[in-house]
């Protein structure tokens, strides 16, 4: 079966830096995604590492080590509307299904 | 464009009755997918389709069924409600799979009582 696992709250002053890992286990492995989802809203699409190293859209970087099953997301420079739940998810199988974790509440204090 | 779209919004059922949760989109993409998510856990896939005709199970398939006869719409069906299956249900459809940026629908929220 797959597993992940990422922490299930971090909390950050704004202005801040934070990094929420991820470590995964699972067969089939294809890359590693990331999603932000607001209080009833829906997820939306961060990034997605398919091969080692650091990707960097904005504010926001990914990175990922394949022979360590593990990436993180990093925020940068955090501001309150980045208060929201960020799940990481592998993709895998055929059709590069999405299994995703758990979640991580992330809490931006002024 | 639309994006992805869901309907209904709400939805309240007693145990035991079924209906059709709908979903659209208008971006031509091929891959489509069903996902619930329960309180304070991600997302789990329920179904998901390559394309019109073809439909696969997920993690958590039983009681739910799918059709595909249009790249744009994908049906999901509970068979019999069982209050298990109070969720929010979202739609998603991207290009080719998981493997790209998926676009999710607003969500269907699902009570069964």
């Known amino acids: 079966g797959q597993s992940l696992e990422q922490p299930s709250e971090v909390t950050a002053v704004e202005g801040a830096i934070v990094q929420i890992n991820c470590t995964y286990q699972t067969s089939g492995f294809y890359g590693l995604s990331w999603y932000q989802q607001h209080d009833g809203g829906a997820p939306t699409f961060l990034s997605y590492n398919a091969l080692d190293g650091l990707e960097e859209t904005g504010r926001f970087s990914s990175f990922l080590s394949r022979s360590d099953s593990y990436g993180y997301l990093l925020l940068q420079e955090l501001q309150m509307k980045d208060s929201a739940s960020y799940f990481c998810a592998v993709s895998r199988g055929s059709a590069r299904q999405l299994t995703f974790g758990s979640g991580t509440q992330l809490t931006v204090l002024p | 464009n639309a994006g992805v779209t869901q309907t209904p919004k709400f939805q309240v059922l007693k145990t035991g009755q079924s209906m059709t949760l709908q979903c659209a989109q208008d971006?031509?993409?091929?891959?489509m997918s069903w996902y619930r998510q329960d309180p304070g856990m991600g997302l789990r896939l329920i179904h998901y389709s390559v394309g019109a005709g073809i439909t696969d199970q997920g993690e958590v398939p039983n009681g739910y069924n799918v059709s595909r006869s249009t790249t744009e719409d994908f049906p999901l069906r509970l068979l019999s409600a069982a209050p298990s299956q109070t969720s929010v249900y979202f739609c998603a459809s991207s290009y080719s799979g998981g493997a790209v940026e998926q676009y999710f629908g607003p969500g269907t929220r699902l009570t069964v009582t």
């Open positions: 971006m031509n993409h091929e891959y």
